[in-house]
C-alpha cells in the first residue's frame, strides 16, 4: 500500500512489508508530500508477499466496482463519535468479520503490517483518528500472505452504497457506507486524498491490487475503499 505522511495523534490517546502507510496528519503535506508517495502500502504492509492466484480468482467473483464521478457530491456523514478503539470489523458483503489490531510506525516511517501468520486480521492505525472519530481513520489489511488467501481478498469488489460496520471499545458500533472503490499506481499514489485531514468521520480500508510483480514479491496498485459514517448504535 501506499505510505503518506501520518496524521498526527490524537491528544487522548498503519520484512514481509508494510501494508498501510505511515499517516501523521497533514499539518507539514507541501514539504513531505514527494516523501510520503514512496511509501508503499502494500509494500509496508507484506500484504502482497502470497501467490496472485487468490486475487485472480477473486476478480471472477464479483465484478469491480465502479468509481463514482468526481463531481457527484457526497452524502453527509453523520456526527462524529468520540474517541474509541477499535475492535471488530464486518463487512456483510465479502464476507468479512475480523478483530483489529493497533499498528505503529515502524523505524523506516512506514506503517508496520498486521501477523502475517494470521490471515483474518486487520490492523488500524493508532496515532490517528479511531474508526468513527473526526478525520480519516486508517484501516489496512492483506490481500493474501504466503500462506494463502486473507482478510481483504474480495475488498475490491466493494459496491458503493455497501455497509462496513466497526465495533468499537466503548460499545458503540460505527457503521460506514461506502463512496467509491478505486485502484491507484502505487507509483502514483494520491497520498493526501487518501490520508489527508477530514471535517467529519470518514474511513479508509486499503490493501494491495493490480498485477502482481514477482521480481519484487509486490502488486503493483492499492485498492483504497472510500467510505463515511453513516450512522451509529450505541453510541
Not at 12 to 39: E, N, T, Y
Not at 61 to 79: C, F
Not at 107 to 134: C, F, H, I, M
Not at 173 to 183: L, P
Request: net charge positive.
Amino acid at each position: 500500500m501506499a505510505a503518506v505522511k501520518p496524521p498526527q495523534p490524537k491528544p487522548s490517546d498503519p520484512s514481509p512489508k508494510s501494508v498501510a502507510p505511515p499517516l501523521h496528519r497533514m499539518l507539514l503535506w507541501p514539504a513531505l508530500a514527494a516523501c510520503l508517495g514512496a511509501l508503499l502500502l502494500c509494500n509496508s504492509f507484506g500484504i502482497g508477499l502470497g501467490s496472485p492466484a487468490g486475487d485472480a480468482k477473486m476478480q471472477q467473483t464479483r465484478p469491480a466496482a465502479a468509481a463514482p464521478s468526481p463531481r457527484t457530491p457526497l452524502p453527509a456523514a453523520a456526527a462524529p463519535l468520540s474517541r474509541s478503539e477499535p475492535t471488530r470489523l464486518t463487512i456483510p458483503t465479502i464476507a468479512v468479520d475480523a478483530p483489529f489490531t493497533a499498528l505503529d510506525l515502524g523505524k523506516s516511517g512506514r506503517l508496520n503490517p498486521p501477523p502475517a501468520d494470521n490471515t483474518n486480521l486487520v490492523g488500524w492505525y493508532r496515532g490517528g483518528a479511531t474508526p468513527g472519530e473526526r478525520g480519516a481513520a486508517i484501516v489496512a489489511g492483506h490481500v493474501d500472505t504466503k500462506t494463502g488467501p486473507a482478510v481483504f481478498l474480495l475488498l475490491r469488489t466493494l459496491k458503493p452504497g455497501e455497509l462496513v460496520n466497526i465495533t468499537r471499545k466503548d460499545g458503540a458500533v460505527a457503521t460506514f457506507k461506502v463512496d467509491s472503490v478505486e485502484t491507484f499506481s502505487k507509483a502514483d499514489f494520491p497520498d493526501k486524498r487518501v490520508y489527508g485531514d477530514t471535517t467529519d468521520a470518514q474511513l479508509r480500508l486499503i490493501t494491495c491490487g493490480g498485477a502482481y510483480d514477482r521480481d519484487a514479491q509486490d502488486y503493483v496498485d492499492n485498492v483504497v475503499v472510500f467510505a463515511h459514517l453513516d450512522s451509529a448504535k450505541g453510541a
